[in-house]
């Protein structure tokens, strides 16, 4: 019964929408997918007028299919009632010929809000429903802003305890900040030597570790994940689509049916698969232009059909994208091989083996049919923040910005000229200096600092929840070696 969910490494691993959300990843370590997404589908029609909450319950309802109505319901009442800085909680503002979704204004000041303001919910939700009496120990890496949203949403969250990992070094001062202050006795942090690659293959790493799984399972104890491999990330990003594009019919801009372009910038490629998804539900989306930063895997893999990670990493102003291993893009390679679990697979074994692999014609084919991929370095990141501002008076992110710039670039290469959407992952003032020093040239000072002048230059208001995070006081001091992330979840799990 509702055993709707399947592991993209495995037709054996079926299992229910609640214990896909409670796992967070396969036995095998694949990810979780709704097997015949396909047949789903959201009247278009039936959205208008809708709040984001209505809509939000609509579609999960349709995606969580083992949930009920009403329990769906109190998981969306509880993570959007009074958590965003506005009712709409992804509003649409138009820039230039474009438009821009603003997925910042949640409790952290990025678009992980959204769906990690609800993950929890839908897990202690999961955790009641399949009777689960222990501990579930929440994992996650983080290139930024999962890390902060992660340990927002589960702070002292009945039942469960959260670690994160970030990559020392790797992100922001702000996001650094966020994360080494959280409050809460159930939250962790630790720092790993390394980048977010490691990070998430370290935490992988765990998921599999059939040592470690018994000795949690000898302590009632369960793992589960926090990152977009749990499947119970993803869904809740498929909302904010629909929400953009209604938001557009009922401001004229669109009529209903005609089809739009989102630009969106992507490092683990699950909230430009939340795209995806949504065109699978029926949302008439023309174009997913996937948008990167140096570390352009993705733009070549789109353009060449092959993925290799053996390249060189790249510290950039936009750190949520330093990323070499998309860990979502598994799930869209089980879509686009016609579900080919052995070829899913397969790959991945090559990937995990070799750092690369390469797609058949035929997928790679139908991968160009749905999205465009281009990248954008650091110095035109900055010209398009100047420009930007300079022309509309919008202050853009360091990741917004890439995406801005990739949309023009499509744009100006094909001549498509449907109404587009940007995703607006992040308040600018999370990257202050970079966002700074796009305007104003180079600047000595405290990143802190140096966003009061932002804010006094540009008249743009600084979110509440990130003014004065530089005075709390700092919490979290581990740094580790990845090959003691194991370790260091024996700690939190009190396991000896």
Request: charged share 25%; net charge negative.
């Amino acid at each position: 019964m509702f055993q709707s969910y399947e592991s993209t490494r495995s037709s054996n691993l079926k299992t229910t929408a609640s214990k896909a959300v409670l796992k967070g990843i396969a036995d095998d370590g694949g990810l979780y997918v709704m097997r015949d997404l396909e047949h789903k589908n959201i009247n278009i029609e039936k959205l208008k007028d809708k709040s984001y909450m209505e809509m939000a319950e609509i579609i999960l309802n349709e995606m969580l299919d083992d949930f009920p109505e009403e329990k769906i319901r109190e998981c969306i009442s509880k993570a959007y009632t009074d958590k965003f800085s506005t009712d709409e909680v992804t509003p649409v503002v138009k820039v230039g010929d474009s438009y821009i979704t603003e997925l910042f204004h949640g409790p952290t000041s990025a678009f992980k809000d959204v769906a990690l303001s609800i993950l929890p919910h839908l897990m202690t939700a999961s955790y009641e429903m399949n009777d689960i009496k222990g501990k579930v120990i929440i994992l996650a890496a983080t290139s930024g802003d999962t890390g902060k949203a992660a340990l927002e949403g589960f702070r002292d969250v009945k039942g469960t305890k959260i670690a994160v990992f970030y990559p020392d070094g790797g992100v922001s001062q702000v996001q650094k900040a966020q994360m080494v202050t959280q409050e809460g006795n159930n939250t962790f942090v630790c720092a790993i030597k390394g980048n977010f690659d490691d990070a998430q293959t370290g935490v992988k790493k765990i998921f599999t570790d059939e040592k470690l799984i018994n000795e949690l399972r000898e302590n009632n104890k369960i793992f589960s994940s926090a990152n977009s491999i749990n499947i119970g990330r993803l869904i809740p990003q498929i909302v904010y689509y629909f929400y953009s594009y209604i938001k557009l019919v009922e401001n004229g801009a669109v009529k209903m049916g005609d089809k739009v372009n989102f630009s969106v910038p992507t490092g683990n490629f699950g909230n430009i698969l939340a795209g995806y998804y949504a065109k699978m539900l029926g949302l008439p989306v023309n174009m997913l232009i996937c948008a990167s930063n140096e570390n352009n895997v993705l733009y070549d893999f789109i353009n060449t059909g092959v993925y290799d990670r053996n390249r060189k990493f790249y510290r950039t102003i936009s750190p949520s994208m330093d990323i070499l291993v998309s860990s979502n893009l598994e799930r869209l390679l089980y879509y686009m091989s016609g579900k080919n679990i052995d070829e899913v697979k397969s790959l991945m074994e090559q990937l995990n083996s070799s750092g690369k692999y390469e797609i058949s014609h035929d997928m790679k084919k139908k991968i160009n049919s749905e999205f465009y991929a281009g990248c954008v370095f650091m110095e035109e990141t900055e010209k398009t923040i100047k420009e930007t501002f300079e022309k509309y008076g919008y202050l853009l992110d360091t990741h917004t910005a890439v995406a801005y710039k990739t949309l023009e670039e499509y744009k100006r290469q094909t001549g498509d000229n449907a109404v587009s959407v940007v995703l607006s992952t992040a308040s600018p003032y999370k990257f202050s200096r970079s966002v700074y020093e796009s305007l104003y040239g180079e600047k000595d000072g405290d990143e802190f600092e140096i966003m009061d002048e932002l804010s006094e230059r540009t008249g743009v208001p600084i979110p509440v929840n990130l003014k004065g995070l530089n005075k709390k006081p700092v919490i979290h001091t581990t740094v580790c070696e990845t090959n003691e992330m194991g370790n260091y979840v024996r700690k939190i799990g009190g396991i000896k």
